[in-house]
């Protein structure tokens, strides 16, 4: 079975920029999440889809935005970048939210 | 909303010394719970999780958890530790029902295994 996978695996932008991060779900799986994942801390949950829609929102301003295809795959998109946001953003996926998620390796981003 | 403290930010051992990792968590109804290790520059990975059933989880490459709902810990240990083990550790729990089972983490636990 394939894994989870990110990409860009690093990227670096410009303050009020927009950014589009990628995942593809490990097959089989249905719902995928987003984290933040600043140095030092543990991840920070963004968002969740399930089955092309959104069922769970952290403590996110709506600049972060998502979207979940019919495959299952996913994007995460940034918008007005700020030097804050400068972090691993991390996707997991699972089956329904069951039985553990699996991760993928993360997008560094660097906003200068 | 659930919480999770990891109490430990920095622990350092040496090779063979017994680990012992705390976790807390706070959530008013039924969770799941779950360690997860990051080594050097890799993915998360997950060690082991409880859902239900024996308290007493046992995990990959020896670790192993006890969950006592009495205290809200979920502690993470290993008999004797490898230099290979040197990694951060992160407990998390999702609420165990309803449709947005997000993972709640703790802030981490770098560990460090001097050989």
């Known amino acids: 079975e394939t894994g989870v996978t990110q990409s860009p695996t690093h990227l670096i932008k410009t303050r009020g920029q927009q950014v589009t991060l990628r995942c593809s779900s490990q097959s089989g799986h249905n719902t995928v999440s987003w984290y933040q994942q600043a140095l030092g801390q543990g991840p920070q949950f963004i968002f969740q889809?399930?089955?092309?829609?959104?069922?769970g929102r952290g403590n996110f301003p709506p600049r972060f935005s998502g979207l979940q295809f019919p495959n299952y795959s996913s994007e995460l998109n940034v918008n007005a970048l700020e030097l804050d946001d400068s972090a691993l953003y991390l996707c997991?996926?699972?089956?329904?939210?069951?039985?553990?998620?699996?991760f993928g390796s993360g997008t560094r981003l660097t906003v200068v | 909303a659930q919480s999770v403290s990891q109490h430990n930010h920095h622990v350092i051992l040496s090779e063979a010394a017994s680990l012992e990792l705390g976790c807390n968590y706070s959530y008013g109804g039924t969770v799941n719970l779950f360690w997860y290790v990051q080594y050097p520059g890799q993915h998360l990975q997950l060690l082991l999780k409880?859902?239900?059933?024996?308290?007493l989880v046992k995990g990959i490459k020896g670790f192993e958890a006890e969950f006592i709902k009495s205290k809200f810990s979920f502690n993470l240990r290993k008999p004797s530790v490898q230099w290979s083990d040197t990694a951060e550790y992160f407990c998390?729990?999702?609420?165990?029902?309803?449709?947005?089972?997000?993972?709640?983490f703790g802030s981490g636990t770098q560990l460090t295994v001097l050989p």
């Open positions: 997991a996926s699972s089956l329904g939210g069951i039985g553990g998620y699996t």
């Open positions: 409880y859902f239900s059933g024996d308290p």
């Open positions: 889809y399930y089955r092309e829609e959104e069922n």
């Open positions: 998390a729990v999702t609420p165990s029902s309803g449709s947005a089972r997000q993972l709640t």
